[in-house]
C-alpha cells in the first residue's frame, strides 16, 4: 500500500514549506510564549468565571 503513494506527500507539502517560509515585514510577530500565556490566562479566566456563577 505505502509503495503506491511513493514521494506524493512530499512534494505537495514543498510548496506550503516555501509559503510559511517566506519572510514577510508586514507580518505581525508573536512571540510563541505570549501565545501560550494568553491561553493559559484564558483558560484560567474561563475556569474562574464558571466558579463565580455557580
Not at 4 to 25: I, K, N, P, T
Request: overall charge neutral; glycine content about 14%.
Amino acid at each position: 500500500m505505502s509503495g503506491s503513494q511513493g514521494g506524493g506527500g512530499l512534494m505537495s507539502s514543498a510548496g506550503l514549506v516555501r509559503y510559511f517560509d517566506a519572510e514577510d515585514r508586514n507580518a505581525i510577530r508573536i512571540d510563541p510564549k505570549t501565545v501560550v500565556a494568553f491561553g493559559v490566562l484564558f483558560g484560567v479566566l474561563v475556569q474562574v468565571l464558571n466558579v463565580v456563577s455557580l
